[in-house]
Structures are given as C-alpha cells and as structure tokens.
C-alpha cells in the first residue's frame, strides 16, 4: 500500500481518510468518515481533492506500457482499460447525482446504482486520459452546484453503500478513485523495469 497512498494523503487527507477504513476493513469506519468530512463547506475542498486523485490515475495510465491496458484490471474479467473507464464513469457518475439532488432535479425514477459496470474495451492511453479529464471537469461544475447543499439528502441508492448526502457522494467518488488506484498500482508493479511491452509480467491479478 505505502508509499503512493502516503504521497496522495498530501493533496487528498479526506478521500485517503475514509479510505483507509476500507483497507482496515473497517467499512462503517468509510461511512463516519464520509459523513465526518464531506459535510457543509466540503465540496470546493473535494473538488480539489478529486483533481489531485484524477491526476494520480492519468500518472498511472501514463507510466504503464500500452500492452497492459489489454491486461487483467483486477475487477473479474475486466481489463485494465475498462477498470479505469469504469472509475471515470463512477466519479463523474456519483458527482452528477450529488449535484442534481442540490438543485432538485434528481429524477423521481432514477434507478438504483448497478455496481460492476465495466467501461469501455479497447481504450489505449489517450483515450483513457480524455476520459479522465473529462470527468473531472463533470466532478468541479457538480461540486459548484453542491456547494452549499452538501448536507442535503440525496435519493441515490447503491445497494453497497446505501444513501449518502449530496457532499457525501462527492467524497466517496475519491475513496472510490483510491480503490482503483489500489488496484492500478498493483498491476503496474507487475511490470517488470524496461520490460518490453510484447512480454509483460503480472504479479497477480487482484480481486
């Protein structure tokens, strides 16, 4: 875990400290966090937080030869390209919702979270990276909606998580983020130095 989580801490203490209940596992410890730190004034914080994170993850997809996106992702059968088009979904996904409920425009038929959605196959570097930017600036105009409102409720349901409030759903995007990271690092350790991208070596693949 170490090292690279240690570093995120500096730019994003809220999403790495609820974050840590889940590597406890500990996961009412993530809801008291959560709660704890993404309540009034929160979301321009958080914002900021999930840049940092969205910055983290692009690293990663920078850094990793092209033949691992290709790769196991560590979530089922998904590759690597779909785990991180998945968390793209996600972040900007959770956002948008904290932020419709802020503004009264959640839909009355919005249907519950379906965790487990895969993103796209087949996404090399740059497009991963697009989505990445992408998500972020729906994270940063969600957060100008939810700003002010962070304490309101907020009708999405996830059958793991439960409801959240609208600044909460803001927040658990980045524990969210931080759980692919997890991953992500993983699999990136898997790569041995100046491998060739023809013969990757995966340590594992991660549950």
Known sequence: MGDWLAALEVDAPDAVAAFRGIEAGRFISVRRE????????????????????????????AELPEVAFAAPGGEGDWTVAEAIGHDADARAGLAMAGALAATGRFPADAPAVVPGVAGERGHGREALVRRLAASQRIVERAARSIAGHEGDPCPLEHPIVGRLRCGEWLLFAGVHDLMHLEQLHGIASGFAVGETEASPTLSRDLP
């Open 34 to 61: 959560v709660r704890r730190r993404g309540g009034a004034g929160s979301a321009e914080r958080v914002a900021v937080e999930l840049a940092a994170l969205a910055a983290a993850l692009t690293r990663v997809v």
